[in-house]
């Protein structure tokens, strides 16, 4: 490595934090680095990753999509969850200000913080659920433990065949009693608000508010109390899961011919991968742009976090499985359980009901899961903040705060806090929050290694934390990308374009700004050009 490549670089490195914004996003410095690391880590263990699990209504697919899941997460999800940490190492910048190393690129910034946007407004109305279940949970008895008279459809108890069409008690209770749930999808619009959800989803945007009002610094002092209540639930949940009988059915029941039938599997464990490592939405880049100036500080980081977000969603996952196999093992037939969104929430419900002492770990379980959803939305906020840090908007920060947490509660009560509002949220989390990340990601590794210079950005993150990514990242970044747009592009086409045009739309919302950027920067360098040619030409001619 020549002398003068490595100070051009720590000149270009030094010039990218001088102009940078007229003041750093963030005052603070950190006492240790375990402040900031906890910060890291502590954004893979959200709620997410005991809430989204696609396969877990499938018996037959669960044990080999988490195989599938861990495999992707090793090789795709990894170096795309250390790259973007580095890259707010080696600018100190916001998502959409980081892009100054290559301007034609902005544009991934903007779909960053699109996507951000409607993984805030999903992970807001899962924090209204968590609350809601909480408060139900203080009463004399669980009220899911039995089926209502009222319930419709039909509610059957355990220990019976279940009826096609009927459901389980906690299936019932939650689609009736919490939700107020159409039974017949978005056919005749969304239907009414529900009342007492909206009153759950406005205190759930007021306590994000007090949330993200405090700097990031501060925020890292409170992470410590979710992630050690986070860890013992699922500790405590995964140790009596493991009496319940029928707990094993997902591992004898795998099949496991499903990673040949075809490739929706491979892409919907890729699409989670995404989701479950924050990556594709700017929030790594910010937690980078804080990473303290110490040895090794980015390297490890990355791998405890990594190992850290894998233990937590494959042990939440695991243990939805066997609560779901001791469900099946009651009605001795299909539990009609629903895919998406409701699934995870409804085994959790039917789990507390099982063990001794079901309304103090009821209370505690969706307690924990409210906290985690209210934290998680937090640093979604905080992400969308600290892009803008322009002088005018430091000045009124309060108001701006309240602006956006006003507008996702707004739009918020009119959609997902309505009868039809569950069908809106599996919406999002099937399209906006989960495609676009991928193509992402593809953006920001071709920048990065082939228009930025993969060697340039080494060498930046050399400078600013004293550590050289590995050859394994390297070559990460420059083969990946072209994968993961060629499993991007390749499920378009199995893409049912006549029943989801919506979500077609909004992915293509999503991700337009990249190619837009690309093309203004394009004529915009064109004219520069051509204009200098002719003023040259005229001074020739004169």
């Given at each position: 490595?020549?002398?003068?490549?490595?100070?051009?670089?720590?000149?270009?490195?030094?010039?990218?934090?001088?102009?940078?914004?007229d003041?750093?996003?963030?005052?603070?410095?950190?006492?240790?680095?375990?402040?900031?690391?906890?910060?890291?880590?502590?954004?893979?263990?959200?709620?997410?990753?005991?809430?989204?699990?696609?396969?877990?209504?499938?018996?037959?697919?669960?044990?080999?999509?988490?195989?599938?899941?861990?495999?992707?997460?090793?090789?795709?999800?990894?170096?795309?969850?250390?790259?973007?940490?580095?890259?707010?190492?080696?600018?100190?910048?916001?998502?959409?200000?980081?892009?100054d190393?290559?301007?034609?690129?902005?544009?991934?910034?903007?779909?960053?913080?699109?996507?951000?946007?409607?993984t805030?407004?999903?992970?807001?109305?899962?924090?209204?659920?968590?609350l809601?279940?909480?408060?139900?949970?203080?009463?004399?008895?669980?009220?899911w433990?039995?089926?209502?008279?009222?319930?419709?459809?039909?509610?059957?108890?355990?220990?019976?065949?279940l009826?096609?069409?009927?459901?389980?008690?906690?299936?019932?209770?939650?689609?009736?009693?919490?939700?107020?749930?159409?039974?017949?999808?978005?056919?005749?619009?969304?239907?009414?608000?529900?009342?007492?959800?909206?009153?759950?989803?406005?205190?759930?945007?007021?306590?994000?508010?007090?949330?993200?009002?405090?700097?990031?610094?501060?925020?890292?002092?409170?992470?410590?109390?979710?992630?050690?209540?986070?860890?013992?639930?699922?500790?405590?949940?995964?140790?009596?899961?493991?009496?319940?009988?029928?707990?094993?059915?997902?591992?004898?029941?795998?099949?496991?011919?499903?990673?040949?039938?075809?490739?929706?599997?491979?892409?919907?464990?890729?699409?989670?991968?995404?989701?479950?490592?924050?990556?594709?939405?700017?929030?790594?880049?910010?937690?980078?742009?804080?990473?303290?100036?110490?040895?090794?500080?980015?390297a490890?980081?990355?791998?405890?976090?990594?190992?850290?977000?894998?233990?937590?969603?494959?042990?939440?996952?695991?243990?939805?499985?066997?609560?779901?196999?001791?469900?099946?093992?009651?009605?001795?037939?299909?539990?009609?359980?629903?895919?998406?969104?409701?699934?995870?929430?409804?085994?959790?419900?039917?789990?507390?009901?099982?063990?001794?002492?079901?309304?103090?770990?009821?209370?505690?379980?969706f307690?924990?899961?409210?906290?985690?959803?209210?934290?998680?939305?937090?640093?979604?906020?905080?992400?969308?903040?600290?892009?803008?840090t322009?002088?005018?908007?430091?000045?009124?920060?309060?108001?701006?705060?309240?602006?956006?947490?006003?507008?996702?509660?707004?739009?918020?009560?009119?959609?997902?806090?309505?009868q039809?509002?569950?069908?809106?949220?599996?919406?999002?989390?099937?399209?906006?929050?989960?495609?676009?990340?991928?193509?992402?990601?593809?953006?920001?590794?071709?920048?990065?290694?082939?228009?930025?210079?993969?060697?340039?950005?080494?060498?930046?993150?050399?400078?600013?934390?004293?550590e050289?990514?590995?050859?394994?990242?390297?070559?990460?970044?420059?083969?990946?990308?072209?994968?993961l747009l060629?499993?991007?592009?390749?499920?378009?086409?199995?893409?049912?374009?006549?029943d989801?045009?919506?979500?077609?739309?909004?992915?293509?919302?999503?991700?337009?700004?990249?190619?837009?950027?690309?093309?203004?920067?394009?004529l915009?360098?064109?004219?520069?050009?051509?204009?200098?040619?002719?003023?040259?030409?005229?001074?020739?001619?004169?």
């Open positions: 490595m020549s002398e003068s490549l490595s100070s051009h670089t720590k000149t270009l490195t030094e010039s990218t934090d001088s102009v940078a914004t003041e750093p996003l963030i005052q603070d410095r950190w006492t240790n680095n375990i402040s900031y690391r906890q910060l890291v880590i502590s954004s893979c263990i959200g709620i997410v990753q005991v809430w989204w699990h696609p396969y877990v209504h499938d018996l037959k697919r669960l044990v080999p999509f988490l195989f599938i899941y861990n495999v992707l997460s090793v090789f795709l999800a990894y170096p795309a969850f250390y790259l973007e940490l580095a890259l707010g190492v080696a600018t100190r910048k916001g998502v959409l200000n980081c892009w190393m290559a301007p034609l690129a902005r544009g991934i910034g903007i779909a960053m913080l699109v996507t951000c946007t409607f805030a407004l999903s992970l807001g109305a899962v924090s209204a659920w968590c809601a279940l909480v408060v139900h949970s203080i009463h004399s008895f669980l009220p433990l039995h089926c209502a008279a009222s319930a419709h459809p039909p509610c059957a108890a355990r220990h019976r065949p009826p096609k069409g009927s459901e389980t008690p906690a299936q019932s209770f939650f689609f009736n009693f919490v939700l107020n749930l159409k039974r017949d999808g978005l056919q005749g619009g969304l239907g009414n608000v529900v009342s007492e959800l909206t009153i759950y989803y406005v205190i759930s945007w007021v306590l994000v508010y007090f949330v993200s009002c405090k700097r990031i610094y501060s925020y890292s002092k409170l992470v410590l109390f979710k992630d050690l209540m986070a860890f013992f639930v699922l500790v405590s949940c995964a140790a009596g899961v493991v009496r319940l009988k029928g707990s094993s059915r997902m591992f004898y029941e795998s099949d496991w011919s499903v990673l040949y039938d075809g490739v929706q599997i491979w892409r919907d464990a890729l699409e989670y991968c995404f989701v479950q490592m924050v990556l594709s939405q700017g929030t790594l880049i910010m937690l980078g742009s804080y990473c303290p100036r110490q040895k090794h500080a980015l490890n980081t990355s791998i405890f976090a990594f190992t850290v977000s894998k233990l937590s969603c494959t042990a939440s996952a695991l243990t939805l499985g066997a609560a779901h196999g001791a469900l099946h093992r009651d009605y001795d037939n299909n539990t009609n359980i629903w895919k998406e969104s409701s699934s995870s929430i409804i085994l959790w419900a039917d789990y507390v009901t099982r063990i001794p002492g079901s309304q103090f770990w009821s209370i505690l379980l307690f924990t899961f409210f906290v985690l959803s209210i934290s998680s939305t937090g640093l979604i906020v905080q992400t969308i903040m600290s892009t803008f322009g002088r005018l908007v430091r000045k009124i920060t309060w108001a701006f705060l309240i602006l956006i947490c006003v507008l996702f509660c707004f739009i918020g009560i009119i959609t997902i806090c309505t039809g509002g569950l069908y809106i949220l599996n919406f999002l989390m099937m399209w906006p929050v989960s495609k676009p990340r991928t193509p992402i990601a593809a953006f920001v590794a071709i920048v990065i290694t082939y228009i930025y210079g993969q060697t340039t950005f080494c060498e930046d993150v050399y400078f600013a934390v004293g050289y990514p590995c050859v394994f990242l390297r070559v990460c970044w420059a083969l990946t990308p072209f994968a060629i499993i991007f592009v390749s499920g378009m086409a199995s893409w049912p374009l006549a989801v045009a919506a979500g077609w739309v909004l992915v293509i919302v999503t991700l337009v700004s990249v190619a837009l950027y690309i093309i203004l920067y394009l915009f360098k064109f004219r520069v050009r051509v204009s200098k040619l002719s003023i040259k030409t005229t001074k020739y001619l004169t």
